[in-house]
């Protein structure tokens, strides 16, 4: 089973929809996670941790249900700037160090 | 805000040559890290760096990656006798605990 499992999409929306994304992390040990967006070729930049009790960053909502091991990330009036690549993270942690364990991502196209 | 400067932004190389990464981490931060990402692909951890040693690399990192942080500012990923397989934007990373990571804009290898 892969570490963190997304949904590749593409996710294609008209502006104004609502699109919910969805994510899969296989050790329920993990403490941390994190959306992120990732733009063609560049560098990946944080969105927004996921706590358990559900977040709220404007138009972006994410969940994390931990009995499931699911996060959610909700988008809503989509804007065409919205259009990229969002990537489920869960913080891995061995041997007394951490890395960031990425999703392959899911695509998002808002179109006029 | 400060950035994570990687250089060069992209390196051609022939098949065999040995290439050197660089990245100029946050100058408070403690931990570093390479990501790579082949395209089309996931963000894959590399290789974590603390207190002038690796403290965890993937079974990607083998004989031909190394890293090092010579003069204390400059961190560095050289790849020995690069391969086709190689090619890749490869990220810098660095983190202040509770902080979260910052990536740099990331250098694409491209070997021929």
Redesign the interface.
């Known amino acids: 089973r892969k570490e963190v499992e997304q949904d590749p999409g593409p996710f294609n929306v008209p502006e104004g929809a609502t699109v919910a994304f969805n994510c899969t992390y296989s050790n329920s040990a993990s403490q941390s996670f994190f959306w992120y967006r990732?733009d063609c070729?560049?560098?990946?930049?944080?969105l927004m941790s996921v706590y358990s009790s559900g977040n709220e960053d404007g138009r972006f909502t994410a969940q994390l249900n931990r009995a499931s091991q699911y996060i959610s990330l909700l988008i809503r009036d989509s804007k065409l700037s919205d259009s990229a690549t969002y990537?489920c993270v869960v913080l891995g942690f061995?041997?007394?160090?951490n890395?960031?364990?990425?999703?392959?991502?899911t695509r998002l196209a808002v179109h006029p | 805000e400060p950035e994570v400067t990687q250089t060069p932004s992209h390196q051609v190389t022939q098949m065999g040559q040995e290439v050197i990464l660089r990245c100029v981490p946050i100058s408070n931060h403690l931990y570093f890290y390479w990501y790579r990402q082949i395209l089309g692909q996931k963000v894959e951890f590399l290789v974590s760096f603390y207190n002038n040693e690796i403290s965890e690399k993937s079974e990607i990192f083998d004989d031909q990656f190394s890293v090092e942080r010579p003069d204390g500012s400059n961190f560095t990923l050289k790849i020995r006798s690069t391969k086709l397989e190689d090619s890749a934007m490869y990220f810098c990373a660095s983190v202040r605990v509770n902080y979260g990571y910052t990536f740099g804009s990331g250098t694409r290898l491209t070997v021929v």
């Open positions: 990732q070729r560049k560098e990946p930049k944080l990537l061995s041997g007394g160090y890395k960031l364990i990425f999703g392959a991502g």
